[in-house]
């Protein structure tokens, strides 16, 4: 331990960059390291007191033993001058190592300020701002043009052709048109640059509003975040925390007139006001600021008109709510990863490594069809009789068809047979195991790897009972 602790201590006291932190994360499973050593023991506490001098701050993530409780006052809670009440409040293994992945998972983007401008609150009065994009769609990757005989990469050009004689036309002969009025309206190249850069970039306060003028489906995409920019303009932070402490104590939100870009378009916003959450560990969950939710334009507003529906009865109503019950869970986007995503880079990576089939992976945005049916069939059956609908079947049942093109029921049994004996199920295709799974009265939801665990699971049975 102590010599651990020298060598980190020459790596940070000679290191050639400047840090803004040094941080020493120290794992271990032994909770009393020199419990027959008093000289390393000691020797360990002055090497710790001599990272704390030059600005190291050592966090311990314990792993405990199976069946062992790791007891921080043993040694540690000397180590990292730890009290009585931080070493009652000290989290178990699990949750340091839970707090370790949040970090990581924070730390695994990079925090890129969308713009950096100064919001107008009036005459003379300015506060700087970061705009962040809190949510931003994840698209699968472009692929590149190679010259399919030397692999080398090829770089696309494009060319304007003149229609009626076939010769090229230079990016100075051309011009631009738009239909106005009936009328097609000519601008040249410059016309055409004045008419986008019309609008600076500009953030400026119109006012406030109450919660209530507010409607959900007003915002148009997904929010931004603002959060104060102390280095455009000194005092911000103290401004901008004002103000949004009054905004959440009395339920009020600016109203503003926003754009970012040079030729971008304006729109009217709301600024949402946020608070700042920290969970047990004393980690940040949500920052302090405000979000930026786009409001539409007369324009983009869309007025739809139904016919009048029938109102429900106090029966419907109550058997309605008790399917709503049943199924209400909570919502977290981490849980959840993009399939069509997921799906490619599992065909890429299977192309790219010769692999016969791609990997199988969790797709979460598929329902659990057999649980559905176990937690809420019943419930969802009574709703059924009071709205005069047609019997609810769950999906989840076997009323699965075979597709006959794929040979008949025996021929199928026996094929799924060999590949079971062969130990080359993987190979076998979704079709072959649903119909095997049919035919031996097995579910047939469920990705091919559950088909697999059934078949494998029946035949075992077979054996067993032969």
């Known amino acids: 331990m102590s010599k651990l602790k020298k060598l980190i201590f020459k790596f940070f006291a000679h290191f050639p960059l400047k840090l803004c932190t040094k941080r020493l994360f120290l794992f271990t499973n032994q909770d009393d390291p020199h419990s027959e050593d008093e000289k390393q023991r000691q020797l360990a506490k002055v090497k710790a007191q001599d990272l704390r001098d030059i600005g190291v701050h050592i966090e311990l993530i314990h792993l405990a033993k199976v069946g062992q409780i790791f007891d921080i006052a043993k040694f540690y809670s000397e180590l990292l001058l730890m009290d009585e009440e931080v070493i009652a409040s000290f989290p178990s293994a699990s949750s340091k190592m839970e707090e370790l992945q949040e970090r990581m998972r924070i730390k695994q983007f990079a925090k890129r300020a969308l ?11 300015e506060v700087g701002i970061q705009v962040y994009k809190l949510v931003s769609r994840t698209c699968k990757p472009n692929y590149i043009w190679l010259d399919a005989r030397t ?109 970012y870009r040079v030729g971008g378009v304006p729109r009217m916003v709301c600024l949402l006001p946020q608070a700042e959450e920290r969970d047990e560990c004393n980690l940040q969950k949500m920052s302090a600021g405000f979000h ?65 089939c791609p990997d199988d992976f969790f797709d979460a945005t598929l329902p659990d069809l057999e649980k559905m049916e176990l937690l809420g069939g019943e419930s969802i059956q009574e709703w059924s009789k009071t709205i005069n609908a047609a019997p609810y079947k769950c999906a989840a049942k076997n009323n699965y068809i075979p597709n006959l093109k794929h040979g008949d029921n025996d021929e199928v049994y026996n094929k799924v047979k060999s590949f079971y004996i062969d130990n080359k199920l993987p190979k076998c295709t979704v079709e072959h195991l649903k119909t095997f799974c049919w035919h031996v009265g097995e579910a047939v939801s469920g990705k091919k790897s559950h088909l697999i665990e059934r078949v494998i699971s029946y035949f075992e049975r077979e054996d067993q009972n032969s």
């Open 115 to 125: 713009v950096r401008m100064c919001w107008t609150i009036g005459e003379g009065v």
């Open 292 to 356: 930026v939710v786009y409001l539409p334009y007369a324009d983009d507003i869309r007025e739809l008109h139904f016919e009048k529906m029938d109102a429900a009865t106090e029966e419907q109503t109550e058997k309605a709510t008790a399917v709503i019950e049943t199924f209400l869970s909570e919502y977290d986007p981490i849980l959840i990863e993009n399939p069509s995503l997921q799906k490619y880079y599992r065909n890429l990576e299977a192309l790219a490594l010769d692999k016969d």
């Open 151 to 259: 692999n080398e990469q090829l770089k696309l050009t494009s060319a304007y052709i003149n229609e009626r004689t076939g010769a090229p036309i230079m990016n100075c002969d051309i011009k631009r048109s738009y239909i106005y009025g009936g009328r097609e309206v000519i601008f040249d190249r410059e016309e055409v640059r004045q008419l986008k850069d019309s609008f600076e970039p500009t953030f400026m306060l119109l006012g406030f509003v109450e919660d209530r003028f507010l409607k959900r489906y007003y915002s148009l995409r997904p929010c931004d975040f603002i959060y104060p920019d102390e280095s455009l303009v000194e005092g911000s932070i103290v401004f901008f925390n004002a103000l949004l402490n009054q905004c959440l104590a009395k339920k009020k939100y600016p109203m503003c007139w926003a754009n």
